[in-house]
T-cell receptor, first 117, second 112 residues
Framework: KAGVTQTPRYLIKTRGQQVTLSCSPI?????VSWYQQTPGQGLQFLFE???????NKGNFPGRFSGRQFSNSRSEMNVSTLELGDSALYLC????????????????FGQGTRLTVV | TQLLEQSPQFLSIQEGENLTVYCNSS?????LQWYRQEPGEGPVLLVT?????EVKKLKRLTFQFGDARKDSSLHITAAQPGDTGLYLC????????????FGTGTSLTVIP
């Protein structure tokens, strides 16, 4: 079974630009979450999508947005990039039955390393 | 504010030694996971525990979930250089949705 795939792996953008990151979850996983990882803050939750609906959102500004498609693939977008947005962006998929709380862990992709200059 | 605090933050030990990493919270979780992450890669799921007091063993790794489901520990026996990495605990099931709250992380280095 193929794992979680994130593209691209590395990205360099200029301050003020926007960026779109892509995530393909494990087949059959309908829940996709996005996290930002930085040395100072660790892993911070951005948002979670389930069946094309955003269920949870972390404490990030509106410049961070996402969406999920009918095949469970997800994209996240960051507009008006700032230097502080430089981070490893991780996508995770989970097998969630119905809308109950997760009892299994999340499976992560390799991440997209975003550098804003 | 981190819901889950891990200790120690850094650990450097000799090959063959034993070690324990702690993950503590004041919140109750439906499940708790442990991950290991290597530089430049995503975290890899090691184990999920869901029952208070539960103990799971994975070769030389022993995971325990606290009775009150607020804390957990990871014990490694006879550490090997291949165990080197960042160990993360994560709690799930607090509220709705599939959001995981990650701990502050423990960076482990095993010296040959």
């Amino acid at each position: 079974k193929a794992g979680v795939t994130q593209t691209p792996r590395y990205l360099i953008k200029t301050r003020g630009q926007q960026v779109t990151l892509s995530c393909s979850p494990i087949s059959g996983h309908r829940s996709v979450s996005w996290y930002q990882q930085t040395p100072g803050q660790g892993l911070q939750f951005l948002f979670e999508y389930f069946s094309e609906t955003q269920r949870n959102k972390g404490n990030f500004p509106g410049r961070f947005s996402g969406r999920q498609f009918s095949n469970s693939r997800s994209e996240m977008n960051v507009s008006t990039l700032e230097l502080g947005d430089s981070a490893l962006y991780l996508c995770a998929s989970s097998l969630v039955r119905g809308t109950g709380p997760p009892l299994a862990g999340a499976f992560f992709g390799q991440g997209t390393r975003l550098t804003v200059v | 504010t981190q819901l889950l605090e891990q200790s120690p933050q850094f650990l450097s030990i000799q090959e063959g030694e034993n070690l324990t990493v702690y993950c503590n919270s004041s919140s109750v979780f439906s499940s708790l996971q442990w991950y290991r992450q290597e530089p430049g890669e995503g975290p890899v799921l090691l184990v999920t525990v869901v029952t208070g007091g539960e103990v799971k063993k994975l070769k030389r790794l022993t995971f325990q979930f606290g009775d009150a489901r607020k804390d957990s520990s990871l014990h490694i026996t006879a550490a090997q250089p291949g165990d080197t990495g960042l160990y993360l605990c994560a709690g799930g099931g607090r509220g709705t949705g599939n959001q995981f709250y990650f701990g502050t992380g423990t960076s482990l280095t095993v010296i040959p």
